[in-house]
């Protein structure tokens, strides 16, 4: 099937068809769709984005005497064209395999100013001459003002790929009480399992756009992981699905290799393998200090071996990071110098906030993928820090583990025990009990987990997310300035 469409006065033809199978000319795979939401990470609005399926659930909220009489929701349509626009949010979303003509009212985007027109076009030369032409001539977004572009009819609708979450949601809610804070505390781990694998892919999936260039626009902002190892990898022609998914469905016929590759002969030869790698990888981490990448006005205290900065959309005002000044995947393989200096950060930061009445949760995520190690310190209110025990196993519980629970020296003991081949989650209570998990291959576990049990327990829900949280520059440097100000007297290195 062929679908037309007229922009800015010249045709553009799309054809696509979902392979299940295999890859063939005409088709495209879950690589493709990985691939397709690393690109529009991009900054910017996508104008314009054509499909040969419709996306699931388009008619949802449409009106119903707008909607074409026969249409089935089980053919011609692919929830996975439903999860990509929700993604990428396009101005126009134009598809055919349903075999009608479709113009669905404009609907909003969640976390978006803009709205999204749909149009079905009928196939080409359709018997009951349905419309297969339609003709556009939009604006590009990149020279609309912000009123023009989040200008909306009025007859928007509300997004169809949210009406389902947002009534269970609803649903849900009303079942709560003011009282019922448990509930409210674990908010996070209530949704549908499609919401925590969304979560999951947004830690877990590699940028294209950073791999294939060194660089992405989006920074810090970005859904995607920017890998530095795995970047090399791109570099030395591992297949991107490979580091991607640790598969590709192309199989032999990949033009790329699917094994990690050593570095090349000459730097091992040459005895400078570990210290180029190591020098390359300083260049562009954004925690390397070395790196003209790190943005220094979010430092607190340096140290001999770890400093401490402020992180970009910080949960609460006195939210930190301890990071090694070395380049390294986690603080917990490292030897016991620097095991010594980051214990004295730690304290430092506990006496400060025992001073104003709080208790300071530490944890880290280790990821066998990770580049640069750190460890966040999140100040909590005194009397909400005896709970944080029973709503981080409970959070575990709802994501289908248990903690391994460490007590006296918790610390000293997972040191000894981790070997750093898996992937692990642990987090230090203010009592000093250590909660630790061994994060198997196969496993979906959020990169964000400690972050929104504590937003939870915080009741700040909304900040669970970081960009939420997102500052300016100059806010951020007000910040610090102010933390330097009142740490002073507890500083390790002053």
Known sequence: ?????????????????????????????????DAMRALAEEAGVVDLFLSNEWPSGITNRAARTDVPPGISEASGSDSTI????????????????????????????????????????????NKVKQKFIHALSPTPAST??????????????????TAVEQSAGAKEAGKRTADDTNDAQYWRYDVSQKRQKHAVGDGDKLCFKYLSSGSCPRGEKCNFRHDIDAREQYRRGVCFDFLNKGKCERGPDCNFK???????????????????????????????????????????????????????????????????????????????????????FQNSLKMYHKNQQKE????????????????QAIPVPSSRAAALQS????????????????????RKMLRTEFDGKSSLFYVELPEGTVLSHIVEDNENFPAQFGREVVAGLLNVADKADWRNCALSKEEEIKLVEEFKRQFAAFDPNT
Not at 336 to 341: C, I, K, Q, S, V
Not at 360 to 375: I, P, Y
Not at 397 to 410: I, Q, R, W, Y
């Open 1 to 33: 099937m062929r679908e037309s469409v007229l922009v800015e006065g010249e045709w553009q033809v799309h054809a696509s068809w979902h392979s299940l199978d295999g890859q063939q000319f005409g088709t495209y795979s879950q690589d493709d769709v």
């Open 82 to 125: 439903s999860e990509i626009v929700a993604e990428i949010k396009p101005r126009y979303h134009i598809a055919g395999t349903k075999g009608v003509f479709y113009a669905r009212e404009p609907y909003s985007n969640a976390d978006a100013v803009h709205v999204t027109r749909f149009i079905g076009l009928a196939p080409v030369g």
């Open 144 to 161: 609309m003002s912000s009123s023009e572009i989040s200008m909306k009819p009025s007859n928007t609708t509300l997004s169809p790929f």
């Open 258 to 344: 699917h094994s990690l590759q050593e570095e090349e002969e000459s730097g091992s030869r040459n005895g400078n393998r570990s210290r180029g790698a190591s020098v390359n990888r300083s260049k562009e981490c954004w925690f390397c200090l070395s790196s003209p990448n790190v943005e220094s006005h979010l430092i607190i205290s340096v140290g001999e071996r770890y400093y401490c900065a402020l992180p970009k959309g910080p949960l609460v005002e006195d939210h930190v990071l301890i990071i090694p000044i070395e380049h390294l995947p986690n603080t917990l393989s490292l030897p016991p110098e620097n095991e010594t200096e980051l214990n004295r």
């Open 360 to 375: 300071v949760v530490f944890f880290e995520w280790v990821s066998k993928r990770g580049t640069h190690a750190n460890v």
């Open 391 to 410: 709503i981080f196993s409970l959070a575990a519980v709802k994501l289908g583990f248990k903690f391994n629970s460490l007590s006296a020296d918790g």
